[in-house]
């Protein structure tokens, strides 16, 4: 079965660096999504993305965060001057229709980890 | 805006014996509603959705779903819980925006203990 996967698994970054999520959303997919899951609290949506375009972002994707489809397989997601509290783990999810029936499919997400 | 509330944080049950985990929600609209299982250390896997079809949902692994409009729930259920099913189990409530971005909404989560 098609999976989303997602690099690395494991981040470690010194606060203030720059780091870069990546994801390969299943193939025949169009709409991605970014996740955070801060350690004990819930699953927070980010961001959606479609047609090469950010569709929705929440409060919490501010001007630190970016993504980017940079080829026809990866999804990014790139967090500038990173903060202790952006430790968290970062999942992506593909869905091959945007309809609010579409389950979407996560990959096993990257612990980030900001020293 | 729709909200999930998951009203246990933690189910325990003994192998065989059945497994209750409870979910309600609040939509505005008629929403998706979906149940969602996160094994540790890894991702989140679909276990069932509701989308107003049926409103008793089977998924994967013996799990079913019944949406009940009028108490505004959507209950997961097995009727004899493995080992294997020790995890954590997300319900998610999703409804439809005006524009593209039809993002899912979390519930806290419920971690079920499976004791042998």
């Known amino acids: 079965e098609p999976e989303v996967t997602q690099t690395p698994s494991h981040q470690v970054t010194q606060m203030g660096q720059e780091v870069i999520l990546r994801c390969v959303p299943i193939?025949?997919?169009?709409?991605f999504y970014w996740y955070r899951q801060i350690l004990g609290q819930k699953v927070e949506f980010l961001v959606s993305?479609?047609?090469?375009?950010?569709?929705?972002k929440s409060e919490i994707f501010d001007d630190q965060f970016s993504v980017e489809r940079p080829d026809g397989s990866n999804f990014t997601l790139k967090i500038r001057s990173t903060k202790l509290e952006d430790s968290a783990m970062y999942f992506c999810?593909?869905?091959?229709?945007?309809?609010?029936?579409?389950?979407?499919?996560f990959g096993d997400g990257t612990r980030l980890s900001i020293l | 805006a729709q909200s999930v509330t998951q009203l246990d944080s933690h189910v325990s049950v003994s192998e065989g014996t059945p497994v209750l985990l409870r979910c309600n929600y609040s939509?505005?609209?008629?929403?998706?509603l979906f149940w969602y299982v996160q094994h540790p250390n890894k991702g989140l896997q679909l276990l069932l959705k509701?989308?107003?079809?049926?409103?008793l949902v089977k998924g994967i692994n013996g799990f079913e779903a019944e949406f009940k409009k009028s108490e505004t729930s959507f209950h997961l259920t097995k009727p004899s819980a493995h080992m294997s099913d020790a995890a954590e189990y997300f319900c998610v409530v999703r409804e439809p925006f005006l524009g593209y971005g039809q993002n899912f909404v979390f519930g806290p989560g419920t971690r079920l203990s499976v004791l042998p």
């Open positions: 999810a593909s869905s091959d229709e945007g309809g609010s029936n579409q389950p979407q499919h």
């Open positions: 509701y989308t107003s079809a049926a409103t």
């Open positions: 193939s025949n997919h169009l709409y």
């Open positions: 993305f479609y047609n090469n375009e950010i569709s929705e």
């Open positions: 939509s505005s609209y008629s929403p998706s």
